[in-house]
Nanobody
Framework: QVQLVESGGGSVQAGGSLRLSCVAS????????MGWFRQAPGKEREGVAR????????YYADSVKGRFTISQDNAKNTVYLQMNSLKPEDTGMYYC????????????????????WGQGTQATVSS
């Protein structure tokens, strides 16, 4: 049974930091496209960052470039999202997702291409 379990969300003030974690189990972690998405109330799910578990350059949405960093620990089947210089507009439910390696070739982060999803972790940034 495939599982993606996120953690690390919370409430911070603008300018603060959060580190999200996503632990994957139940499938071959080492050959996938791992992505982080977020969704604010009343808005569509937005791709934030993604990376191939075998390396290569990560992708970041323009809105988070220079502030967010995606990384992984293959030994722990875990992908991270370090979020710095947080802004109120970063508030939302953050989801971890996994897809086939080809998904990382897409020029955009289309949530329809990701097969597995976690339950989400809430990040709230106050001004």
């Amino acid at each position: 049974q495939v599982q993606l379990v996120e953690s690390g969300g919370g409430s911070v003030q603008a300018g603060g930091s959060l580190r999200l974690s996503c632990v994957a189990s139940g499938y071959a972690y080492d050959s996938n496209c791992m992505g982080w998405f977020r969704q604010a109330p009343g808005k569509e799910r937005e791709g934030v960052a993604r990376m191939h578990t075998r390396g290569g350059g990560p992708y970041y949405a323009d809105s988070v470039k220079g502030r967010f960093t995606i990384s992984q620990d293959n030994a722990k089947n875990t992908v991270y999202l370090q979020m710095n210089s947080l802004k109120p507009e970063d508030t939302g439910m953050y989801y971890c997702a996994a897809g086939s390696v080809e998904v990382c070739l897409s020029p955009v982060m289309n949530p329809m291409l990701y097969k597995f999803w976690g339950q989400g972790t809430q990040a709230t940034v106050s001004s």
